[in-house]
């Protein structure tokens, strides 16, 4: 092989190690680039995640404190039926409490949408 040949060559060579080493370059910052893309899109899907989970939370505190208070004003309609002797208001409070504790504060739940909207609703009032 001639001085010439082996110069040629060996430029070749080193001109495809130049563009392996710049496809390299460029490959690893697509690769960084999906990486951050894959971080940001994880931090923001725990945001919803935990978003949901808050309001999943606070459904549930109001449902539950609606409910206990309706309970509450039942059981006092009870107490002064049984006072006044008035069977047939006690039958009627003693139904609803009945129906009450049949029904689930977790039916409604199988619409978040629904949920979010009442949340976000101050007029909102709540019946269980």
Known sequence: MSK?????????????????????????EQERTKRREIKAWEKESLAKIKAQRDLLM????????????NFNQLFDVVDRA???GNNEQLGLALHSI???AKSSP????????SVQ????????????
């Open 4 to 28: 010439m040949a082996a110069f040629v060559s060996c430029g070749d060579v080193l001109q495809q190690v130049i563009e392996h080493y710049a496809e390299y370059k460029q490959i690893a």
């Open 117 to 128: 909207a009442a949340l976000a609703d101050p007029n909102q009032e709540w019946k269980f």
């Open 106 to 113: 977790f039916k409604e739940l199988a619409n978040l949408s």
């Open 82 to 84: 049984i006072a006044s």
């Open 98 to 100: 009945t129906e009450l």
């Open 58 to 69: 606070e459904y549930l505190d109001r449902s539950f404190d609606e409910r206990s208070q």
